[in-house]
Every structure is written in structure tokens, then in C-alpha cells.
């Protein structure tokens, strides 16, 4: 929000707009792009967030949903050992098992889902509430469990006894799941589609960009490519008042430790609090003594760089970058050099963890260190 990220690309969407208007070459192959690209917009973000409410009120939801797919993804041809081990991996999930709050929790997701998505996401078990039971997930959640092998491990060793899995259909539960999967699949379906229609209309407007834009520079398209990005390491400032310096030391390690006691995020193992409660940092230490951990530079970062090296203008390994500032999230839209952040772990600290902590000095010794 600070740095307006929407309101820049509005103005270019704005800008392109009137371009294509004022172009009649443009304008007559063009003309679709922006209300393409907004119905499809439109239709993706419906279809995902409908997505992410089946995910946490089904897949991830009621256990007899999951014990049901689980069956339904059984490989029942697998070697003995392996039929074996999953059987007990699933047999071992009725070990907490409570089958009347498993109840209330699908009641529950069931009110949730329909009041949060369009009916068009609705899977077919709906309209069997609607005309068997009223509209009542109590009533067609107590029929379900009520006649489901599948409640309790008894009944899912009956369920597996049976002579085929032709039958397995014949439990509501697994019939359930089918239904599940294929609204699913219907909804993955709509979203590769309009996913595909974005990325064929993004081609198209980024070209249209280009064409506008004729005498500027842009970046290539460096996707599944190698690349290197260059910076330099600097201290920032991301509000008044604020000042951060470039490189954190030792001292940090303990500061934080103590300020988030008990936090998992922030623990350290006692035995590298006490090989750096030491101070012996022989030629890993700076001029007074300490020893740097992290530093900072304007270097780009996105996911997947992390372990990326880290290299000095001769060639010599500074560290590795494994994160990005707060303010450097948005950087994958917008690149602002002068509060966003690479963060990058001092190779002097990784070569004391090996040494010391690690006890790998015959690693040190194959190196060259200046």
C-alpha cells in the first residue's frame, strides 16, 4: 500500500486502454483483452476461494469424509507389506476417533460451505438434503453415520472382508466421497480454464506493452533460466525513526533468544549458545573481536532463492541469501531499491557452525579462506 503498487497498475492498465483506443491497428485485435481478462480474473478468484472453503470443510474436514477417501485412493494391488502398513496407518487414525463430534463438525461445515460459496459449487450431496431431508444436514448427517461401516474400525474391517470392492460403493460414506471427487475435479477444471485464458490474454497485453513502449527496456523473461542479480549491501530505512544497520552479530543471536523464550521460531540448541557464549571465534572474528551472522543488501529475492550464493565483485563467497525483509514482499510486483532487502547468512558464522558445531574441520581444510 505504501509504495501505491495498485494505483501503479491501474495507470498502466489505464494507460494501455486509451493506447489501444487511439490505435486502430491495436484497437481491432485488442478491443477484448481488458474485459477478457477481467471475466476471467472474475471467474478465478470465484472458483478458488469456493476451492479453499471444500478444502477446510471436506477434504481436510469431517473424518468419515477422510476415511472415505482414503479408500477410495487404496491400492488394494500393492505389495502384501505395503497393503499391510496402510491398512494400520488408517486403522491407527480410530485410535482418537469420536464419532459424535465428528458428526458436529460436519453439521457444522455443512451450514458453512453453502452460506459461503455460489450454489454452482454445491456438490450433489446438497440437493440430496434438500429433497430427502428438508434441507436438514442434522437429519442427513445422522442417517450417514448411522449406516456407515466406515464409523468404526469393526466396521471397516467388514467393509474390507466383502468378496470384491464392487461393492464398495454400497457405503454412503464412500458414495459420498465420489461425490467429493467429482465436484472437485469439476472445480479444478474451471480453474485451469480460466488460468489458461489469463496466461493467453496476459501474453497479449504484455506485448501490447511492449508495442506501446517501443523505445523502453524491459526485463526478459528469465523464468526456468539461470540468472544472476547483482546489488550492494547497505543499511535502510523503512520509516522515520527507524535505521537499520547492514550486519547483525553474534549478540542478536542471544537478544532474540531471550526476547522469545519458549517461541520454537527462536530456539537455539544449547550446545551453539555455548560455543558462542564462548567469544572464541579465532579467524571467523572481525577487528574487535565479534563475529558477523547476517547481512543485508538491495539484491532482488523471490521464492525459491534461498541457498542462492552470494558473491563479492571478485568472485569470493559472501554468504548465502535466504530471505527478504517485510518491506520486500510486494517485490515480486514492484522492485523498490530503497527499502527492500535480501538477507543473506555470513559465510564467516556458516564456517564456524561447520567447524565448531559440526566438527568438520576436513571440510574447512579442501577450502580456500582470506
Known amino acids: 500500500r505504501k509504495l501505491k503498487v495498485l494505483d501503479k497498475k491501474r495507470q498502466a492498465e489505464e494507460a494501455l486502454r486509451q493506447w489501444i483506443q487511439k490505435t486502430p491497428a491495436e484497437r481491432e485485435n485488442l478491443l477484448h483483452l481488458m474485459s477478457s ?16 472453503y471444500f478444502g477446510e470443510s471436506f477434504i481436510n474436514g469431517p473424518e468419515l469424509v477422510q476415511f472415505a477417501l482414503t479408500i477410495l485412493n487404496f491400492d488394494f494391488e500393492a505389495e502384501q507389506k505395503q497393503v499391510v502398513a496402510q491398512l494400520q496407518k488408517l486403522l491407527d487414525k480410530y485410535a482418537n476417533y469420536d ?9 457444522a461445515m455443512l451450514k458453512e460451505y453453502r452460506t459461503k460459496v455460489d450454489k454452482a459449487y454445491l456438490p450433489d450431496l446438497y440437493q440430496t438434503i434438500d429433497t430427502l431431508y428438508g434441507g436438514n444436514e442434522q437429519m442427513y448427517v445422522d442417517t ?20 470384491t470392492t464392487f461393492h464398495m460403493i454400497d457405503d454412503p460414506a464412500v458414495s459420498l466421497g465420489i461425490d467429493l471427487i467429482v ?13 489458461d485464458n489469463i496466461e493467453k490474454d496476459e501474453r497479449e497485453f504484455n506485448a501490447a506493452m511492449r508495442r ?3 523505445d523502453r527496456n524491459f526485463y526478459p523473461d528469465a523464468n526456468s533460466t539461470m540468472r544472476l542479480s547483482f546489488g550492494t549491501i547497505g543499511s535502510y530505512s523503512p520509516y522515520d525513526g527507524a535505521d537499520y544497520g547492514y550486519y547483525t552479530t553474534v549478540k542478536g543471536i542471544f537478544e532474540k533468544v531471550k526476547e522469545h523464550s519458549g517461541d520454537p ?3 537455539v540448541q544449547p550446545e551453539v549458545l555455548s560455543l558462542l557464549s564462548s567469544g572464541d571465534f579465532g579467524r571467523y572474528a572481525d577487528t574487535k573481536g565479534d563475529m558477523n551472522v547476517c547481512f543485508i543488501s538491495n539484491n532482488d529475492i ?22 527478504g525483509n517485510w518491506e520486500a514482499m510486494s517485490s515480486d510486483i514492484v522492485f523498490e531499491p530503497d527499502v527492500q532487502r535480501c538477507i543473506g547468512v555470513d559465510v564467516r558464522y556458516m564456517l564456524f557452525i561447520i567447524e565448531k558445531f559440526g566438527k568438520a574441520s576436513h571440510l574447512i581444510q579442501e577450502l580456500k579462506i582470506e
Open 302 to 323: 523471490t521464492g525459491g532463492n534461498s541457498g542462492s550464493a552470494m558473491f563479492n565483485g571478485k568472485g569470493e563467497l559472501l554468504g548465502l541469501a535466504f530471505d
Open 212 to 214: 506501446m513502449y517501443a
Open 37 to 52: 481478462l477481467e471475466l476471467n480474473y472474475k471467474d478465478r478468484k470465484e472458483v478458488n476461494r469456493a476451492m479453499s
Open 183 to 195: 465436484k472437485l475435479f469439476d472445480m479444478r477444471s474451471q480453474m485451469a480454464e480460466a488460468s
Open 144 to 163: 450417514l453415520y448411522a449406516h456407515s461401516e466406515l464409523t468404526s474400525p469393526r466396521g471397516l474391517k467388514r467393509f474390507l472382508e466383502r468378496d
Open 265 to 267: 521460531d527462536f530456539a
Open 99 to 107: 464419532v459424535s463430534i465428528d458428526k458436529e463438525v460436519f453439521v
